[in-house]
T-cell receptor, first 110, second 114 residues
Framework: QQPVQSPQAVILREGEDAVINCSSS?????VHWYRQKHGEAPVFLMI?????EQKGHEKISASFNEKKQQSSLYLTASQLSYSGTYFC???????????FGKGTTLSVSS | NAGVTQTPKFQVLKTGQSMTLQCAQD?????MYWYRQDPGMGLRLIYY???????DKGEVPNGYNVSRLNKREFSLRLESAAPSQTSVYFC?????????????FGAGSRLTVL
């Protein structure tokens, strides 16, 4: 089942902060975050595993609430380069396929 | 080191024609995936192969078939294309199994069915 992302779209000025949320109705092993620029392939940002392990981008942080099956991506002091569509992907058990949400479009202007 | 290579990049088909999208990876990954991307729908999983010799249906498998030819290659076939299959198709790979292993995507294949 597809995870639910919110909001659908965010408009920011440079330097502002944003939070993108992802929730699932199923118990999760991991949550992934990817960013896609227009006309390009999605690129990995962050992975959070059940149990606390995480790996990802230096300037982007995320959290994973295992009890609520929710994850949030925190974009602080946004830059123009942050613009794009952000997808969360959820993995129900280790080694199963990632199911992605519908995406959140982030637009950052100067 | 090309990573994940998809061919063709663009294709126009007529309704009822067949075609195969090819995906090859040189990352020695075990798991390979096919997703389709449509406006407002996100990335939807069509089929995947957790390891060489296995394939499984994803969220939207109808109208597609796949072949995991070997560890490197995973193809997606449309036997009788329909306009509803107009989409951008992404192949992705990862190590598989447990742990923090992430997806690497190919550049995508844009398919238009008239």
């Amino acid at each position: 089942q597809q995870p639910v992302q919110s909001p659908q779209a965010v408009i920011l000025r440079e330097g502002e902060d944003a939070v993108i949320n992802c929730s699932s109705s199923k118990a999760l092993y991991s949550v992934h975050w990817y960013r896609q620029k227009h006309g390009e392939a999605p690129v990995f940002l962050m992975i959070l595993l059940k149990g606390g392990e995480q790996k990802g981008h230096e300037k982007i942080s995320a959290s994973f609430n295992e009890k609520k099956q929710q994850s949030s991506l925190y974009l602080t002091a946004s830059q123009l380069s942050y613009s794009g569509t952000y997808f969360c992907g959820t993995e129900a058990q280790a080694g199963t396929a990632l199911i992605f949400g519908k995406g959140t479009t982030l637009s950052v202007s100067s | 080191n090309a990573g994940v290579t998809q061919t063709p990049k663009f294709q126009v088909l007529k309704t009822g024609q067949s075609m195969t999208l090819q995906c090859a990876q040189d990352m020695n990954h075990n798991s390979m995936y096919w997703y389709r991307q449509d406006p407002g729908m996100g990335l939807r999983l069509i089929y995947y192969s957790a390891s060489e010799g296995t394939t499984d249906k994803g969220e939207v498998p109808n109208g597609y078939n796949v072949s995991r030819l070997n560890k490197r290659e995973f193809s997606l076939r449309l036997e009788s294309a329909a306009p509803s299959q107009t989409s951008v198709y992404f192949c992705a790979t990862r190590t598989g199994g447990s742990g923090a292993n992430v997806l690497t995507f190919g550049a995508g294949s844009r398919l238009t069915v008239l």
